[in-house]
């Protein structure tokens, strides 16, 4: 099937953490038969930032520059099969939504439900209230059977949680770079809801433990006050992240606050290191264990103390703990996987589409 898809970027991660998720997912459903063609705006200096490598492969890519262009695109779209809308597409999202919803075959894709229903829950004339029912399917970046069924109470005909995964061809160990070794290391976008975590399982856990050497790496902390033992690295762009997984004794993850109060929300950086063989260790959410297995493939905490306690474990009980991750992740959640779901939900939309 011909699959024309909005959303916010396939070529750049800066200030797009979904890329990742998108390249997996489509470029396994292009194994799987369909034509994509991803059309994303000209927004937020992305296009001055690319850092995917060949997605023509898998891809047709186009970029648009304001309303006339975007609705030529709209025009492109309507001889799809599908037309996909991701959240977040950071221009004009409200227009793409109203427009898309009237697409024979629509379906909306959510990369942030947390924030989308809280959203929706604040706003009685939120834009997507009435349009979410006249979409074919809701597919959900995460959040369970929470999220499943407050899309569910809003009208939507299906709903189904496609979540984050490994592509062993993009994600695997490397060796480690001096300048990138570490004994923690957390790579995320200073973003509102996530900085007071970052502080508590971060920065607290480098002030606990002063002799050891964390970096923070992602967009926007340039600001930041940080310990003295925390280096800041930047912007890290995709083609980085194996060697800064395989360079650092553990790796944090952070969820922001909205995806950790939902849970079952595993974001990339999850994935990205465990395709690295990289122990991790995350903030406890709910759902985490339908994921990994705490305590045997990832290491849960509930604050900065555990953090710094978790590094205080041999080396080789972390090399193990990364390498338990990276089978689990292998056996059970491949962009491939995740690829035939969608495969499978788009089916069921056809089909129930032409029932009707």
């Known amino acids: 099937m011909r699959l024309h898809v909005f959303g916010s970027s396939l070529v750049s991660t800066y200030w797009n953490g979904a890329a990742t998720y998108y390249r997996g997912i489509y470029k396994h459903l292009h194994a799987l038969g369909h034509a994509i063609t991803f059309a994303e705006p000209d927004i937020y200096g ?25 609705d030529a695109e709209l025009r492109r779209a309507e001889d799809a099969d599908f037309a996909v809308l991701h959240s977040g597409v950071g221009a004009d999202d409200a227009y793409l939504a109203a427009r898309l919803a009237a697409h024979r075959r629509a379906v909306y894709w959510d990369v942030d439900a947390p924030a989308t229903l809280a959203a929706i829950g604040e706003r009685a004339d939120h834009y997507l209230r009435p349009l979410l029912p006249r979409f074919a399917h809701v597919l959900t ?5 929470p999220v499943v069924q407050a899309f569910l109470a809003l009208g939507t005909r299906n709903c189904t949680p496609v979540y984050n995964g490994f592509d062993p061809e993009t994600h695997f160990p490397v060796a480690a770079e001096p300048a990138w070794r570490c004994d923690l290391v957390f790579v995320g976008h200073r973003l509102p809801d996530r900085e007071a975590r970052v502080e508590e399982f971060l920065f ?24 003295p033992n925390v280096r800041y690295g930047g912007h890290a762009p995709s083609h980085l992240h194996n060697v800064i997984n395989s360079s650092a004794r ?22 990205e290191a465990a395709g690295a063989g990289a122990a991790v260790i995350t903030d406890a959410w709910r759902g985490i264990e339908e994921f990994f297995a705490p305590g045997e493939e990832i290491l849960l905490a509930r604050g900065g103390d555990d953090v710094a306690a978790a590094l205080a474990r041999p080396d080789a009980e972390l090399r193990a703990l990364g390498a338990r991750m990276r089978a689990r992740a292998a056996a059970a959640h491949t962009y491939a996987q995740r690829a035939a779901q969608v495969h499978a939900a788009l089916g069921m939309s056809e089909t129930a589409r032409e029932a009707a």
């Not at 607290?204 to 310990?227: D, H, I, N, V, Y």
């Not at 950790?260 to 974001?267: N, Q, T």
């Open 46 to 70: 992305r296009q001055q930032h690319r850092d995917a490598e060949d997605v023509s492969r898998f891809a047709e890519t186009r970029v648009y520059r304001g309303r006339a262009e975007l």
């Open 141 to 145: 970046y995460g959040g369970g059977p």
């Open 204 to 227: 607290r856990a480098a002030r606990r433990a002063p002799s050891r050497r964390f970096l923070l790496a992602g967009a926007g902390w340039e600001t930041a006050a940080l310990p």
């Open 250 to 271: 553990l790796v944090l993850n952070v969820d922001r606050e909205s995806m950790a109060r939902c849970g079952y929300s595993p974001p990339t950086r999850i994935f």
